[in-house]
């Protein structure tokens, strides 16, 4: 039986097949999608060292951070009521290196009349910023009195611009808002409403699209990352949690 016509054909068909997944695994190499992801910063709150805090000038109530524990987890506490101060975090990275973040959140409840197009109603329970460091080297004459001027009152320079994601009370029709304090900031509402109020979501973005697409030019090269939750403006109150933030490739 070994040496009949059948017996070589089945023997041939076999090592063909070998040979064939043997090519498509030599061959084959994983979509870009799928490649491993490599961190470059993760906080999982354990502590608040690796963020200083962030105060402004006329606003004398603080919002309140801590980091609490419960069945093991731990996450960053976010309260406020009718206050406003921010934590930002201590080191910068490179965005075209490492441009996309992902992070999970919660909060209690949303604002009756908060809404970010107004300043008068410009306060969210929770936004993630990355705040793109300013130059001097290039920036133009006015921006390096501007700036300069900025630096001596606050004793650093502050951001060249920023996109601000946020946990929005209001619904807007489009991808994105610019801030009614500034054109340098965006915002942007991955979260909307009352619907998921009191569950974690966890969001991923690439703020090196996201700058290009709202701003329509390249990002400084450096940047941080931002977290504040405010209610100054609506003097009403809120709790919001983080369980961690990273920034990857």
């Known amino acids: 039986m070994r040496g009949s016509p059948w017996f070589q054909f089945f023997a041939i068909a076999l090592l063909a097949s070998h040979f064939f997944v043997s090519m498509l695994y030599l061959c084959w190499s994983p979509p870009a999608g799928a490649q491993e992801r490599k961190v470059l910063l993760h906080d999982d709150f354990r502590n608040l060292d690796k963020w200083k805090p962030l105060h402004f ?28 101060s921010g934590l930002l975090y201590r080191e910068s990275f490179n965005v075209y290196d490492y441009p996309k973040v ?40 006015a921006d390096k009195i501007k700036y300069g001027l900025a630096r001596i009152i606050y004793g650093e320079y502050p951001p060249h611009s920023a996109i601000n994601y946020v946990w929005s009370s209001a619904t807007w029709n489009t991808p994105f808002i610019t801030s009614p304090r500034t054109d340098k900031v965006k915002v942007v509402a991955l979260q909307s409403g009352t619907l998921k109020a009191g569950t974690w979501q966890e969001e991923e973005v690439d703020a090196l699209q996201d700058y290009r697409r709202m701003f329509g030019t390249d990002p400084p090269a ?28």
């Open 57 to 84: 000038p006329k606003i004398e109530k603080h919002s309140l951070y801590s980091v609490e524990s419960k069945d093991g987890e731990r996450y960053l506490r976010a309260e406020t009521q009718a206050s406003a």
């Open 102 to 141: 992902r992070w999970r959140w919660k909060i209690s409840n949303v604002y009756d009349k908060g809404d970010g197009r107004t300043k008068a109603s410009d306060d969210y329970p929770i936004r993630i910023y990355v705040l793109f460091e300013y130059d001097p080297q290039k920036a133009g004459a």
């Open 222 to 249: 450096r940047a941080s990352l931002g977290i504040m939750s405010d209610s100054d403006n609506t003097a009403e109150k809120a709790v919001s949690f983080v369980s961690f933030v990273e920034v990857y490739r």
